[in-house]
């Protein structure tokens, strides 16, 4: 099926914006991106559909490059006597015992009420990294229906093996990667499978040498990277390794696997992730919110690493989530010249579209023929000129900061979101099973 949207300004992710664009989608494909004279100049098909944008800025469907869907239901959780006062203590009294509780139901609205807010901040592509402890075999399916099937977006999924539950658990999880990984072996594109890893203090050597002996070629891990200063304590007292080191030792260093944090290597650590050519995100707000540091954005970068950003399950809103990387930078450096644009624009719309690249096989991040149609269409009537040159000014200190209202999203073509509704959900029903749902999940870790 062929889509016209018309109107609008369009923004192809890199140098293009076209004020009165349109962007002709065939299929799952960008076939088309017009201004108006070459609109002018082409006759449009009979049976095309045509999606009036008026009022809209279209921009490439974002990339969560972190996120941890699971939590989607804690939202205004209180736990009585919980004011912990170190990253492990949150750990241990909330997202230990949150995940120990889940089950199937609460599973899947935790995934369902996940995507369709990201949907509604304009994400496509959500790389999710999962933890159920006593409900471990067959939870990625029960994402995978959810988020792909049911919201339409893309996923990559991954279940997260730790020695914290002991050795079933580990098992269990090692296995529902592996069952996971080979029933998406032919990738279609939509969703995909990664290996996931908890973090360095939480697995064995055991469970390490067991993940690198089954782990199949081509495919990368996905784990937590020295988030908290615990992490390199408890490898460098174990296991006299750094933990990047250790990682390397068990040979999962990959290009396609995603490091998220890394907020306490060492500068040869970082060395040592650049050799490899493996991924690294940044979580800025989850990294502030937990108060374990700040990420050295230039020195990765500066390296050439695939850096990228996530939002590690603190919201979906991808744009405010680079704003508060370009603050946190001038922060911490005390240089308002620190979080510049180029470097934006690299974690946002280059580099996690690459991520994409790698972990799927198909090409985002941009509105231009041949790219994938994930698009979104975000409400706004610029009060100010807006052009090429300043679309990310616009973007940050116009939308990130004041309001963000997708009118419609559209992952491979396929329109997920129409003026502001879920095309193909109830998100009424949805949202009220989703609370009966939560008020279950919380009476269990009463």
């Not at 809209?56 to 990339?63: F, R, S």
């Not at 869907?69 to 241990?92: H, K, M, N, Q, V």
């Not at 495919?219 to 990277?225: E, F, P, S, T, Y």
């Not at 023929?369 to 616009?394: F, S």
């Amino acid at each position: 099926m062929k889509r016209l949207i018309e109107g609008g300004y369009v923004w192809d992710g890199r140098d293009r914006l076209i004020e009165d664009g349109a962007i002709l989608i065939d299929g799952a494909t960008i076939e088309a991106v017009l201004d108006r004279r070459e609109r002018s100049r082409v006759e449009v098909p009979r049976g095309v559909e045509r999606v009036d944008a008026a009022g809209t800025l279209a921009i490439p469907g974002l990339v969560n490059a972190h996120t941890h869907l699971y939590s989607s239901l804690a939202r205004g959780l209180g736990l009585p006597g919980f004011s912990p006062t170190s990253f492990r203590e949150i750990l241990e009294g909330l997202w230990w015992k949150l995940d120990r509780v889940l089950d199937a139901e609460s599973i899947r609205a935790s995934a369902l009420v996940g995507a369709m807010e990201a949907a509604r901040c304009g994400v496509s592509t959500l790389i999710d990294h999962h933890a159920s402890a006593h409900a471990i075999p067959g939870s990625l399916a029960l994402f995978e229906d959810a988020v792909c099937r049911e919201v339409g977006l893309r996923a990559s999924l991954a279940y997260e093996v730790s020695d914290r539950d002991g050795a079933k658990a580990a098992s269990q999880g090692i296995q529902e990667n592996l069952d996971f990984l080979a029933a998406h072996g032919a990738a279609d594109g939509v969703c995909a499978g990664l290996f996931g890893l908890h973090a360095s203090f939480t697995l064995s050597d055991q469970t390490l040498a067991q993940v690198a002996e089954r782990l199949p070629d081509g495919v990368g891990v996905h784990i937590h990277v020295a988030e908290g200063p615990e992490d390199e304590d408890d490898s460098t007292r174990h296991h006299q390794l750094r933990v990047v080191e250790r990682l390397d030792r068990y040979e999962l260093l990959r290009p396609a696997s995603i490091l998220a944090h890394c907020l306490h290597l060492d500068e040869r650590e970082k060395d040592l992730v650049a050799e490899r050519g493996a991924i690294v995100v940044t979580n800025p707000r989850s990294n502030m919110n937990n108060a374990v540091g700040a990420f050295d954005l230039p020195g990765f970068l500066g390296r050439g690493v695939l850096t990228g950003l996530g939002t590690d399950g603190l919201g979906a809103n991808l744009l405010t989530e680079l704003f508060t990387a370009s603050i946190l930078e001038k922060h911490e450096r005390a240089d308002p010249r620190a979080g510049g644009f180029d470097a934006l624009h690299a974690l946002l719309f280059e580099n996690n579209p690459l991520v994409v690249e790698r972990v799927f096989g198909v090409r985002v991040g941009r509105i231009a023929p041949g790219y994938q149609a994930d698009l979104a269409l975000l409400d706004y009537t610029p009060p100010t000129p807006l052009g090429v040159e300043n679309v990310l000014g616009h973007l940050l200190f116009g939308i990130a900061v004041h309001d963000l209202h997708v009118s419609h999203l559209f992952v491979g073509g396929r329109p997920v979101l129409r003026d502001g509704r879920f095309v193909d959900l109830d998100q009424e029903v949805i949202y009220a099973h989703a609370r009966d749902a939560a008020q279950k999940l919380w009476r269990r870790l009463a």
